[in-house]
């Protein structure tokens, strides 16, 4: 495996989300990878496989590249070029166990991926998190809210994934609460209590600054 995996592995992730407004910013992965390597220290797992794995968790997510979605062709090709063969399966049952798709969504069956998927989502929750809902609701021209539009609670993912009409708002109810208990490791689960609080603070003064 080349000495600069690592390194290169940042280069490609950026190279990957130039052109992205949907969220799925190089900022995101980055900030995924520093979370998750600091659990992977807390949990004794494997640094350089979590670190891989968050830097290309995202380069073939189903909205960036749907092409390249279900293969991992992207992160495959990178870990192949890179003489990282004996690690690349490891790895990319990481990348595809990680994503959010409702509330039957997998549980990685390696401590590296339980680290990368709760970093993944402490980043989806608490202030950041409320600013990449909005910002990605803006880039579909969703509305921030309409009390018409009810939320779909408890969506296993054949629902969850389905296009349809939604709010912003709604996106709370639907992933952003439930993130909170469905953390993997004691330290991402102390992390979210706080910034659930915060999430549910924002929605509750939204709210009632909605209904006068
Ligand atoms: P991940 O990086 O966790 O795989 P997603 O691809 O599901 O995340 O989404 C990227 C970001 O956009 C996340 O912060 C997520 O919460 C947000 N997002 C996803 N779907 C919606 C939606 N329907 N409305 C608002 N925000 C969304
Ligand atoms: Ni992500």
Same mark, same amino acid.
């Given at each position: ?103 039957? #969504?997998?549980?990685?069956? #390696? ?40 939320? %779909?609670?408890?969506?296993? #993912? ?39 609080? %915060? ?14």
């Amino acid at each position: 495996m080349n000495d600069n995996i690592i390194e290169n592995a940042i280069r490609f992730a950026e190279e990957c989300f130039k052109n992205d407004s949907s969220g799925h910013d190089i900022d995101h992965t980055l900030r995924v990878y520093r979370t998750a390597v600091r659990l992977a220290e807390r949990e004794n797992a494997d640094k350089k496989i979590t670190a891989l794995a968050a830097l290309l968790h995202d380069v073939d997510d189903r909205k960036l590249s749907p092409e390249t979605a279900e293969s991992k062709s992207r992160a495959r090709a990178f870990l192949k070029e890179q003489g990282a063969e004996e690690e690349a399966e490891k790895i990319i049952r990481i990348i595809s166990q990680v994503s959010f798709v409702g509330t039957d #969504s997998p549980v990685p069956d #390696s401590i590296e991926g339980k680290c990368v998927q709760d970093a993944d989502r402490l980043d989806a929750i608490g202030a950041i998190g409320i600013a990449r809902a909005f910002s990605f609701g803006a880039d579909r021209k969703r509305k921030m809210y309409d009390p018409d539009v009810k939320p %779909l609670e408890g969506a296993k #993912s054949s629902e969850y994934l389905a296009e349809r009409e939604n709010t912003t708002l709604n996106h709370f109810y639907e992933k952003l609460f439930l993130l909170k208990d469905m953390m993997n490791t004691d330290s991402a689960k102390r992390l979210a209590e706080g910034r659930d609080r %915060l999430m549910h603070l924002f929605v509750e003064s939204f709210l009632e600054e909605w209904n006068g």
